[in-house]
């Protein structure tokens, strides 16, 4: 690893605190030149809406949730682009988030990943788990995370 940042991934589950890190992620990226890249990782255990209305087979309720979590990314990418953030690339892959973010980052040469956090403690952590706890401890690269701001 080299001391230059140069290629940012923002891991997003489309939430605001997602959209919190982004903008984090914008600044840190113009004051230090780097580019900025999304990434969606959806796990077969995430439960989307559609997934819950579809009946058959489990390969037909894993499409169904492949569907869902692209239009949700080109939804958050809508989103991203009202606010003039400029995105080098986006990704969007099934599997473990904190190992398919560790994968890109090796992949695809990230310098930092940049992902929000929710901030949960006592039960709802320890029964939820922190999914920035487990990048932060899989990743190659360093990772800052953004605590979303209290309502």
Known sequence: MTDAVNK???ATDFS???????????TLAQSVGATLSIAHIWDYRTVYPSAIATSGPP???????????????D???DRVKAEH???????????????ELARLCQSHHYDMIV??????????RFF????????????PVPVVTVRTPAD
């Open 75 to 77: 939804a958050f990418l």
């Open 85 to 99: 953030i400029p995105i080098d690339r986006s990704h969007i892959a099934p599997g473990h988030p904190a190992e």
């Open 128 to 139: 939820l788990g922190s999914v920035a706890e487990q990048i932060i401890r899989q990743s």
């Open 16 to 26: 605001d605190g997602s959209m919190v890190a982004l903008r984090f992620a914008h």
């Open 8 to 10: 940012i991934l923002v």
């Open 59 to 73: 390969e037909v309720a894993v499409l169904s949730v492949k569907k869902e979590a692209s239009a949700r990314l």
């Open 115 to 124: 992902a929000g956090t929710a901030g949960r403690r006592g039960a709802a």
